[in-house]
């Protein structure tokens, strides 16, 4: 199984701020097959971008994915008060599907 | 409006069964592959069960054997029947729906709320 790993755990940050989130996988992805989530406590995920670099229909632009390979990247360029959550990056180029551990955006 | 509503989580024995409902409407259940997603409390996403458009179902190996996925297209409804519960299998449990009729490759657009089931004597 293709294992991802989310850095940094935890990113303490300020509204207005930019984040920067990285997942990298132990094998390369197919098709860059690689999405985002986002988890609000107590709430559901909610689907930010898919493969690796297209946003999901609603999400604002200020969340944008990048990369290809092994090595991948989510920015949101301004944070809100309401993008302070948890996210999640997933694999589905090849089963089975998996996800990373997470990074907690944090307010500072 | 795509909506996905789970039921039937409860408490159960170690040992026990239980089996999940999701209620789809707002799309064309037919046409998409659904799937299970579990998350033990303070973790993260665990993926559980695929069930594509076709008969081919997928399981991840932590539930392969016990669990057993399945689809009325006549009701919109998706199931997951669990059986041999352990304490390991205490999580809520999403039903999300898959962005193609793929069970294999697909990310997951839209997700219910989530059951939770806990499995403790």
């Known amino acids: 199984d293709i294992v991802l790993t989310q850095s940094p755990g935890t990113l303490s940050l300020s509204p207005g701020e930019r984040a920067t989130l990285s997942c990298r996988t132990s094998?390369?992805?197919?098709?860059?097959?690689l999405a985002w989530y986002q988890q609000r406590p107590g709430q559901a995920p909610r689907l930010l971008i898919y493969?690796?670099?297209n946003r999901a229909t609603g999400i604002p632009d200020r969340f944008s994915g990048s990369g290809s390979g092994t090595d991948f990247t989510l920015t949101i360029s301004r944070l809100k008060p309401e993008d302070f959550a948890v996210y999640y990056c997933?694999?589905?180029?090849?089963?089975?599907?998996?996800f990373g551990q997470g990074t907690k955006v944090e307010i500072k | 409006e795509v909506q996905l509503l789970e039921s039937g989580g409860g408490l159960v024995q170690p040992g026990g069964s239980l089996r999940l409902s999701c209620a789809a409407s707002?799309?064309?259940?037919?046409?998409?592959?659904m799937n299970w997603v579990r998350q033990a409390p303070g973790k993260g996403l665990e993926w559980v069960s695929a069930?594509?458009?076709?008969?081919?179902?997928y399981y991840a190996d932590s539930v392969k054997g016990r669990f057993t996925i399945s689809r009325d297209s006549s009701m919109n409804i998706l199931y997951l029947q669990m059986d041999s519960l352990g304490a390991e299998d205490t999580a809520v449990y999403y039903c999300?729906?898959?962005?193609?009729?793929?069970?294999?490759?697909?990310?997951?657009?839209?997700w219910g709320q989530g059951t939770l089931v806990t499995v403790s004597s």
């Open positions: 999300a729906k898959a962005a193609t009729s793929s069970g294999k490759y697909a990310h997951f657009d839209y």
């Open positions: 707002g799309f064309t259940f037919t046409n998409y592959a």
């Open positions: 069930s594509g458009t076709g008969a081919n179902t």
């Open positions: 094998q390369r992805v197919t098709n860059s097959y």
């Open positions: 493969d690796a670099s």
């Open positions: 997933q694999h589905y180029g090849s089963p089975p599907t998996t």
